[in-house]
């Protein structure tokens, strides 16, 4: 196993709430968040009332949590600033949530672009 393994391991065994708010904490910082995508487009979950964007804090979780359903896609890099400014308030419009860091397992905090975006602002 890798050190990077032995890093997503404690990264993922870590509560929906603590993944949520490092991610969040990191995107106030100005880190870049990453989520999956395909000649298509981005990965979109259909949780049947929920459209979910599912983002992590790196493209190395990203990649390691698509690699056996979506092996497909790859990592798409979104800024900071682009996330807050154009990517919320067009998920907003569009209806869709966001996913902050589903474990392996796919539990994770899933809100509204409009939640989401308040909690950045808090």
Not at 58 to 70: D, F, H, Q, R, V
């Amino acid at each position: 196993m890798t050190s990077t393994s032995n890093i997503d391991d404690t990264f993922y065994r870590q509560a929906s709430n603590d993944r949520y708010d490092y991610v969040l904490t990191l995107i106030k910082k100005g880190h870049s968040i990453w989520t999956l995508a395909d000649n298509e487009g981005c990965l979109i979950i259909d949780l049947g009332s929920d459209k979910v964007l599912p983002i992590w804090p790196s493209e190395g979780l990203a990649l390691g949590w698509g690699e056996k359903e979506y092996s497909g896609f790859t990592g798409l890099e979104i800024q900071a600033t682009e996330w807050a400014e154009k990517w919320l308030p067009g998920m907003q419009q569009d209806g869709f949530s966001v996913g902050v860091a589903p474990n392996l397992a796919g539990e994770c905090i899933v809100s509204s672009a409009e939640e989401h975006a308040a909690d950045l602002q808090n």
